[in-house]
């Protein structure tokens, strides 16, 4: 059974900076795409950032040149470097990972379970 398990939530002042981080458990063979979303109250969750297998980026048009995606293949894991936060990106992000591949040749999509952002003096 996979599980994404994400770290670096909190609470960080307006201007500061968080780095998010997510790598999924068990016998993984490869991981495709892999990307950030986020969810504010009362709103839909939304695409952050996304990298792809091979590096390539794309980024929400309200968080570029603030926050950066990258990708370690070597243990599977995805990081959100934020900087420059302001008090709307409060909000629960989440991990998703495409196209796991397991070591049982099984293939799937995942979610994470969310970490806090709070972004306020």
């Known amino acids: 059974q996979v599980q994404l398990v994400e770290s670096g939530g909190g609470l960080v002042q307006p201007g500061g900076s968080l780095r998010l981080s997510c790598a999924p458990s068990?016998?993984?063979?490869?991981?495709?795409?892999m990307g950030w979303y986020r969810r504010a109250p009362g709103n839909q969750r939304e695409l952050v950032a996304l990298?792809?297998?091979?590096?390539?980026?794309t980024y929400a048009a309200s968080v570029k040149g603030r926050f950066t995606i990258s990708r370690l293949n070597a243990n599977n894991t995805v990081y959100l470097q934020m900087n420059s936060l302001r008090p709307e990106d409060t909000a629960v992000y989440y991990c998703?990972?495409?196209?796991?591949?397991?070591?049982?040749?099984?293939?799937?999509?995942?979610w994470g379970q969310g970490t806090q952002v709070t972004v306020s003096s």
């Open positions: 990298i792809s297998s091979s590096g390539g980026t």
């Open positions: 998703r990972t495409n196209d796991v591949l397991t070591a049982d040749w099984r293939r799937n999509n995942y």
């Open positions: 068990g016998s993984i063979r490869s991981v495709g795409a």
